[in-house]
C-alpha cells in the first residue's frame, strides 16, 4: 500500500537581517502610505505609538486636502500630487533609519493590526465623503424644486 504524501519539513525560521528589515519598512510604509494608510512601516519598526499617529494625521491631512481640491475646483491638485508622493517615501525613509537604528527586525503582527485598522478607516471615510455628497445633492434638488414650484 501507498503511504499517503508528506509535506516536506519546514526549517527553523530564518532571522531577517537589519538591512533587509530597513527596506521592509520603507516598502510598506511607501505602499500603504500611497493608498492612505501611512505608519504601517512605523508599525513594522516596533513604533506603534507613531505609526497611530501618523495614521490619524494623514488621513487628516488628505481630507483637507480633497476639501481643498474641491473648494478651489482642482487647481489646489497641483499641490495635492507632490504631497501625496512625497510623503510616503519620507515617512518610509525615516521608518527604515528606525530600523536600522535601533536594530528591529521587525512585527509583522503590528503591521496588520495597522493594516486593518487603516483599511477600516479609508473605507469610514469614503463612505461619509458619498453620505456627504449624496446629502448635498438631495438638498440642492429640494432647494431647487422649492424655487422653481
Known sequence: ??????????GPARQVDIETAGWIALALEAIFGYFGILGVGHA????FGRAIGLLVGWLVVLVLLAALTGLTFGVAACLVLPIWVAVPVISGLLARRTVLAEGRTGSWTAVFGLAGVGCLGVLTL????????????????ALSSAVSG
Open 126 to 141: 469614503i463612505c461619509l465623503g458619498l453620505v456627504l455628497l449624496g446629502g448635498l445633492g438631495a438638498l440642492s434638488s
Open 44 to 47: 513594522y519598526a516596533g513604533r
Open 1 to 10: 500500500m501507498d503511504e499517503p504524501m508528506q509535506p516536506p519539513a519546514l
